[in-house]
Nanobody, 116 residues
Framework: QVQLVESGGGLVQPGGSVRLSCAAS????????MRWYRQAPGKEREFVAL????????DYADSVKDRFTISRDNAKNTVYLQMNSLKPEDTAVYYC?????????WGQGTQVTVSS
């Protein structure tokens, strides 16, 4: 069955960096685009970034453009989110998402807290 496991979150100071990972299993990873979303306390879950199945194309929310970079390693069945120049408003639980056959699969999420 599909499994998505996020890791790499934690407490980071404003202006700092962190890299999130999402390890995927249970499906042909290299055939599917992957997405990162986030959900801050009291807010709806929002799109952060997308990468196509080959990694040849990416897209970002305006709020993270030029600060975050999504990438993937199809040999390792893993998608990454490099987060730089972090701001307190980036504090959220970050999730990776697979959309397949009209169904959405989510990981359990990893908490990122940006605070001094």
């Amino acid at each position: 069955q599909v499994q998505l496991v996020e890791s790499g979150g934690g407490l980071v100071q404003p202006g700092g960096s962190v890299r999130l990972s999402c390890a995927a299993s249970g499906f042909y990873f290299s055939r599917y685009a992957m997405r990162w979303y986030r959900q801050a306390p009291g807010k709806e879950r929002e799109f952060v970034a997308l990468i196509t199945n080959t990694g040849g194309s990416t897209d970002y929310a305006d709020s993270v453009k030029d600060r975050f970079t999504i990438s993937r390693d199809n040999a390792k069945n893993t998608v990454y989110l490099q987060m730089n120049s972090l701001k307190p408003e980036d504090t959220a639980v970050y999730y990776c998402k697979l959309s397949r056959d009209g169904y959405a699969y989510w990981g359990q999420g990893t908490q990122v807290t940006v605070s001094s």
